[in-house]
């Protein structure tokens, strides 16, 4: 049922601020302001000398993020990598390591060899799951559910959302037990993740704009994104999104490496999708964006009112989100780049919910 909305894509973008809460109420104690998880988990956050992430597209940028949480709020050091990868290269792993699993079917065949690689290595195996029931939930030592409801549209949306947010808890979960953080530091970071909700309706009144851009976006043949820190893996993202949805072909890129090489395919013709809040890694954006402006690129800057008001640079378009702690800003700003792709790919006229070659569950290799 796709309730008054267009596409299960669009139903689904719109139940983030419902759905995160749902999450958020498992992982949270809104009481004691501390994150919540079970506790008999069959590994000790103080023991591990690092932690290995396996996940395929959007599941696998989840995860990217995660790891600059880990690293940050657990000084836990993360090996992220692609199911597809992972699983042949027969990484080295000592034995009682944490191995995370993230999928949202539970399904994808590839991330399911991963978890039994894992196994067979005598890692303990966790995964962040949507479907409960699925066969990666039920070969894992301990499953940490997302709490999105069923995700109908191939593209996916909530189910990203719901990842960070659990993955956001583990992080701060992982840094209270190390002691890395204080209770104090903890409870300002829950709050934070709290007012992800309310943070994310008020980023979908951005959608009438985000529309209007997207009827001049639809006749690119390309796009750039670009981003930094945390930033960086929803520049994938974006792109992942557009093309998946729209055909159009994106890329993403940290923004730093723009000058190592992409930086040559920007002309007057170009549109550049910068993802850059007003964080400690701003001016180095700036830079960046300066370089692109230089070469005429058509720049598409989503930033906040501090982020719109710091930029030095001339943005054909600003799309600006309510301001909020550093922290939860993927959570937040992953919903207007998946407006700009859904809105993009109804213009195109594709089959939003049902893209060509592509299937909602991959379960073969
Ligand atoms: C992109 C998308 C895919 C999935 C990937 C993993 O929008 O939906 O990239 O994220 O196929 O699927 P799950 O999470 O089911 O393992």
């Given amino acids: 049922d796709k309730g008054n909305h267009r596409h299960f894509m669009a139903k689904e973008i719109h139940e983030q601020p419902e759905v995160v809460g749902h999450t958020l109420a498992r992982y949270i104690d809104f009481t004691g302001e501390t994150t919540k998880l079970p506790e008999d988990l069959p590994f000790d956050w103080t023991k591990l000398s690092r932690v290995v992430i396996c996940a395929c597209g959007t599941a696998y940028l989840a995860g990217l993020v995660a790891k600059y949480w880990f690293e940050r709020y657990a000084r836990l050091p993360v090996d992220i990598d692609i199911a597809s990868e992972f699983r042949y290269r027969e990484m080295p792993l000592d034995k009682g390591g944490l191995a995370i699993m993230i999928s949202q079917s539970g399904e994808t065949a590839d991330t399911l060899a991963a978890l039994r690689y894992c196994k067979g290595e005598g890692q303990t195996v966790a995964s962040v799951v949507n479907v409960p029931e699925s066969t990666i939930a039920r070969e894992s030592h301990v499953v940490f559910p997302t709490v999105a409801g069923p995700e109908i549209g191939v593209a996916s949306t909530k189910a990203f959302t719901c990842q960070l947010t659990v993955l956001a808890c583990l992080a701060l979960a992982a840094g209270r037990a190390r002691g890395v953080l204080s209770p104090d530091d903890e409870k300002t970071l829950v709050h934070a993740l709290a007012e992800v909700p309310r943070l994310m309706a008020a980023a979908l009144r951005v959608e009438p704009q985000i529309e209007a851009l997207a009827k001049t976006l639809a006749k690119a043949p390309d796009a750039l994104y670009l981003g930094r820190g945390t930033s960086y893996p929803l520049a994938l993202e974006g792109a992942l999104k557009l093309k998946e949805i729209s055909y159009i072909h994106a890329e993403g ?43 005429g690129g058509r720049i598409i800057l989503i930033t906040d009112a501090k982020g719109a008001e710091a930029a030095t640079v001339d943005a054909a378009e600003t799309i600006v989100m309510p301001s909020m702690p550093a922290t939860v800003t993927p959570l937040v700003y992953a919903l207007p780049i998946q407006l700009l792709a859904y809105h993009t790919a109804v213009f195109m006229g594709t089959d939003v919910d049902q893209p060509r070659n592509l299937a909602k569950s991959v379960t073969v290799e």
């Fill in 253 to 295: 890129y940290a923004a730093g490496e723009l000058k190592h090489g992409p930086i040559a395919l920007i002309d007057e013709t170009m549109p550049v999708i910068v993802i850059a809040p007003h964080d400690q890694i701003f001016d180095k954006t700036v830079s960046n964006m300066q370089e692109v402006a230089a070469r």
